[in-house]
């Protein structure tokens, strides 16, 4: 490939965003996940040792957020790490939602 050519590429991947912003906007989602997961521990602390209750369904959210995590970075980074940490996320919240259905 010519350098034009990799230049019109790039100018098109980044026509809607420039680069501080696609690094806010991939920061934001770390953040966020970041916030989710103690919040999934304070309320699977409470449900669990509280409450005496299961807390499958939190579990099966919380893998369900790292499945996505996970195959979107394989799919960008295209590195089999990620795919595999995808397919066991995809199944720790198969598992847990089946339970969350199944126990209650």
């Given at each position: ?24 906007n991939d ?35 919380y893998a369900?957020?790292l499945m ?37």
């Amino acid at each position: 490939m010519d350098k034009e050519k990799i230049l019109a590429m790039s100018r098109e991947e980044n026509k809607n965003m420039d680069e501080r912003e696609k690094l806010v906007n991939d920061k934001s989602g770390i953040v966020g996940l970041m916030c989710m997961s103690v919040m999934c521990i304070i309320l699977f602390s409470y449900k669990a040792f509280v409450l005496g209750e299961n807390a499958y369904d939190l579990l099966a959210l919380y893998a369900s957020a790292l499945m996505g995590t996970n195959f979107y970075q394989y799919k960008q980074l295209k590195k089999k790490s990620y795919l595999i940490g995808g397919c066991v996320w995809t199944f720790c919240a198969v598992v847990w939602l089946i339970l969350t259905i199944r126990v209650g």
